[in-house]
């Protein structure tokens, strides 16, 4: 006789706990399939700017003679190295977040110094489409996680603000208490995400549209590692949209403790 957790309850060979076998084969299969679908990904992902350098190395060797011609390909050559950079930068942070290691010591960090890292890290991008970030919201507020990974994270939801913005447009970041947690928001007035995609925008590589996607140089793995931030801190990740209005991505990571020290007043929770 099985019990709960595969517990014998009465004397005499034990028989094998079927069920509880055959629910781990099929979560070891679920895993293996996950991690094919994913080394699949990954291989196709790499393939596309690994090619095109090849093909622009053949097309600078052809036109040696030619200094503009080899200015314009040495360009373009630059700009799919730095997307395979950025992808490998991004798949080494994923497999850190979701390997399995422990999380770094979780120690007070100011949200105010998080959201000027991630300001600062996007600013030329932004400036680029003359789009203005405005940072604003209660300040002194103080989560307990990992500086780092907390300012990767709102960076990549800017960073996204900006790609799928218009020229000339507004985005707005901040931050509030609000029930233990500090909700740091990102509010641009972009192209929106249609409803039926706004579950899947946090899974690994998926993209609304491929080649909408590849022309912002997105590499479909940034809400993934926001994700897992979240997830790694005891928080989360949503996401409010409206098609061709914009959308608002709220973080949501809990707060340390007093948020503000006496003298900076911060507002009571709404
Ligand atoms: P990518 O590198 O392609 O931006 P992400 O994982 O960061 O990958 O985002 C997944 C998809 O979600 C994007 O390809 C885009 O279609 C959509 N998306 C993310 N942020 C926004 C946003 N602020 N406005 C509109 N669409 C967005």
Avoid: C
């Amino acid at each position: 006789l099985v019990g709960v957790h595969g517990m014998r309850l009465e004397s005499g060979p034990a028989p094998a706990p079927v069920a509880l076998v055959l629910q781990d084969v099929t979560e070891a299969r679920r895993v293996e399939a996950v991690r094919r679908d994913f080394v699949a990904n990954v291989g196709h992902e790499l393939k596309t700017p690994v090619g095109a350098l090849s093909l622009l190395a053949e097309a600078v060797e052809d036109a040696a003679d030619d200094p503009e011609i080899v200015q314009h390909f040495a360009a373009r050559m630059r700009h799919e190295a730095d997307r395979l950079t950025r992808l490998v930068r991004e798949l080494i942070d994923l497999s850190r977040l979701q390997g399995g290691e422990p999380l770094p010591e979780l120690l007070p960090v100011e949200v105010d110094t998080v959201v000027a890292e991630a300001v600062d890290r996007t600013k030329l991008a932004a400036a680029a489409k003359h789009i203005d970030i405005a940072a604003g919201g209660q300040g002194g507020l103080v989560v307990r996680g990992v500086e780092s990974q907390l300012a990767t994270a709102v960076t990549n939801l800017l960073a996204n603000a900006v790609a799928y913005s218009p020229a000339g447009t507004r985005i707005a970041v901040g931050a509030r208490a609000r029930s233990g947690f500090a909700e740091i928001t990102v509010t641009d007035s972009g192209i929106g995400i249609p409803r039926q995609d706004r579950v899947r925008i946090f899974e690994r590589f998926y993209r609304v549209d491929q080649s909408r996607a590849s022309s912002t140089g997105g590499t479909g793995l940034g809400l993934a590692i926001v994700k897992h931030v979240a997830s790694n801190h005891g928080g989360s990740i949503s996401v409010w949209s409206e098609e061709g209005l914009g959308s608002t991505f709220t973080l949501r990571i809990p707060l340390a403790g007093r948020p503000a020290p006496a003298g900076e007043a911060t507002p009571p929770e709404a």
